[in-house]
């Protein structure tokens, strides 16, 4: 058995996060990219969406998380028993989420379904595989929203098409890997291949964003349709 030894620091993030609604039972923010969702092991990665969040909302706790490098929607429970509540939501895939994303090149088709199951690899960590044998099973589905060539420097004109991605599952990394899968990896993903293309190895940050997210409010049973525009 493999050790998994993880290395990482991340870099400050000078970012706010932007509390886009908030009541006694939950929040609704928008994360920055460049901040860790949980606080890791190692004391240099303190500062998280949870150690922020904490200070000023004593005893919240995090549904769900996204990757270091993706922005966008998430949501935070103020108690346990509302965890517990959205937490079921989650594994009952009664939850919608809809990411905006920047792929390398240009897909062929308008939409369709990445279905790759994902498994864990100590050889690889942080890195996730594909694997029929070993993984879990895992779909995504995609819809292109345009085409086009971002240009960068040197001259170089970089084919780049903007997609929605769903997932219908929630494995780890699973957009990141699916997309890599697909032949067309996300722009800027440092893990799946995103910085290989001439005119990429720069890019400012990770080309994924949680653009929409539904769900039911736990208490009052109101769906929740909340939407938060990509900054790129």
Known sequence: MSTIIDTFVAPPCH???????????????????GLLSLSGKNPQ?????????????????LVHRLDFGTSGLMLVARNKAINAALC???????????????????????????????AKDPALFPRMSISASHGKPARS?????????????????????????????????QLRIHCQYLGHPILGCDLYGGRLLPGTEAMPRLMLHASALHFVHPVSNAPVRACNASPF
Do not use: M, W
Request: hydrophobic share 35%; net charge negative; proline share 4%.
């Open 45 to 61: 990665n303190k500062d998280s969406v949870h150690y922020r969040l904490v200070q000023q909302f004593p005893g919240c706790t």
């Open 88 to 118: 079921q939501q989650f594994s009952q895939r009664a939850v919608s989420k809809v990411y905006t994303a920047l792929l390398c090149g240009h897909l062929q088709d308008d939409e369709g379904v990445i279905d790759a199951a994902i």
């Open 15 to 33: 970012q706010q996060i932007a509390i886009l609604f908030q009541d006694e039972h939950l929040l609704l923010i928008n994360k920055p990219s």
């Open 141 to 173: 589905r995609y819809r292109v929203v345009e085409r086009f060539y971002q240009q960068q420097e040197a001259g170089i004109s970089l084919p780049v098409t903007r997609v929605e991605l769903t997932p219908e599952t929630g494995r780890t990394h």
